[in-house]
């Protein structure tokens, strides 16, 4: 095992979760392009609030009712006036473009991922 390589029980403490995004506003205070995301997670973890830098393929109406993935069990984060809740899961392209990770199928919000 080196260095970087993660025990399951270190991998068990991520929480990714299925959610559903709710709302998307322009994020005109952040330093690079990014939306503001209200994404819920169903009744145990409730409505969480992400800023996101998925401008370059996303446009905010293609967004509404998507379900993504995300970390819910990471600090918040101030960024400028907002508060991040949750992390966003998504690869990223050459073009410095995010491809948001997301559930084939409509599931339930909440869902874990493991």
Do not use: H
Not at 10 to 22: A, D, N, P, S
Request: charged letters at 25%; glycine letters at 8%.
């Amino acid at each position: 095992m080196n260095e970087t390589d993660l025990t399951w029980s270190q991998f068990e403490k991520v929480e990714m979760r299925v959610g559903t995004i709710l709302e998307v506003n322009d994020f005109l205070e952040a330093r690079k392009s990014a939306f503001q995301l209200t994404i819920d997670f169903g009744s145990a973890l409730g409505i969480r609030k992400n800023s996101a830098q998925i401008t370059k393929r996303y446009r905010k109406e293609e967004l509404i009712n998507r379900q993504i993935v995300a970390v819910v069990n990471f600090p918040k984060k101030q960024i400028g006036k907002f508060m991040s809740e949750c992390l966003v899961l998504g690869a990223m392209g050459a073009e410095g473009d995010v491809i948001l990770l997301a559930p084939d199928f409509k599931i339930e919000n909440g869902l874990r991922i493991g």
